[in-house]
């Protein structure tokens, strides 16, 4: 019979989800597990390939299973063979057509931020540490842009397999942020992703809202296409993955220049206003 089992774990020890040849990974101790449990090592399909260090709420994988152990009893099982910060939540029979990935239609990410001179010993392996102000606003306008059908190239780090193939296109259904005291939630909902997507579109995000604000993220955005026209901060991301450190330098300056900008025109624009003049 076909399985599917709900998973939690935590990432941070894991070379992501599927089985890697120099790497521990998720799949691996899951089927580790298995083997101990069952008596076999079922081929396992998983909902995702997440990337090293990710994290998981709730992650969907199917298996066939054929032995003794109650369905309803599998994630028991299993817990008592599996590490700490892997967990099998719930089990259930599917259709024998079943399968895990094809059957997702959308993926959740949350990539959290927490504004703060000091980590959070709670949370710190959980969350990205930024300091100074950020402007929530500026935030939500900048996810907003990304909704819709686009080519995500430009938000894909070097080494994909799907960028390699030109399979870069894809739909991002929900792209907002939220604040919660210190803590910024970015979640995403899409069809699918591309490699580090997701951490890449959060840095740009991000950049709005610590070089631009309120004042420039509109404009900024408005002359970006996703898979066109690559952000500052995804250009420097991916000079310095490809060890072009003089590249990567250069596009800094760049930044620093269009922030030192972009500052003085709010600045001017400040001063107008509380001498009564309109822009």
């Not at 299993?78 to 590490?83: E, Q, Y």
């Not at 967990?87 to 990935?101: I, K, N, S, T």
């Not at 069809?191 to 070089?211: K, P, S």
Request: proline residues 4%.
């Amino acid at each position: 019979m076909n399985i599917l089992l709900w998973l939690a774990y935590k990432g941070t020890n894991y070379s992501g989800f599927q089985v890697q040849p120099n790497g521990v990974t998720v799949c691996a101790v899951v089927q580790d597990a298995m083997q101990s449990v069952f008596g076999t090592r079922p081929d396992v399909k998983g909902c995702s390939r997440t990337d090293a260090g990710v994290h998981a709420r709730r992650f969907a994988l199917n298996f066939h299973y054929d032995g003794r152990i109650p369905v309803q009893r599998i994630p028991l099982a299993l817990n008592a063979r599996l590490p700490m910060d892997v967990r099998a939540l719930a089990a259930q029979q599917v259709p024998d057509d079943f399968h895990a990935r094809y059957a997702a239609h959308a993926k959740t990410y949350h990539y959290r931020l927490r504004c703060s001179a000091v980590d959070d010993p709670f949370d710190y392996e959980t969350c990205h540490r930024v300091n100074g102000p950020l402007n929530l606003a500026a935030m939500q306008a900048a996810a907003s842009h990304f909704v819709g059908r686009h080519d995500f190239l430009a938000l894909c780090a070097s080494g994909s397999s799907a960028a390699a193939h030109g399979d870069t296109v894809r739909t991002i259904t929900a792209c907002t942020v939220q604040q919660d005291g210190e803590l910024y939630t970015l979640s995403v909902t899409a069809d699918g992703y591309l490699y580090n997507m997701v951490r890449i579109l959060a840095g740009t995000v991000l950049a709005f809202a610590r070089a631009l604000g309120e004042y420039g993220a509109t404009s900024m955005i408005a002359g970006y296409t996703p898979g066109r026209t690559a952000t500052i901060a995804t250009t420097v991301y991916q000079l310095w993955r490809t060890n072009d450190e003089l590249g990567a330098m250069r596009w800094v300056l760049v930044d620093i220049v269009i922030s030192a900008v972009v500052l003085l025109a709010v600045n001017l624009l400040e001063k107008k206003q509380k001498a009564g003049g309109r822009p």
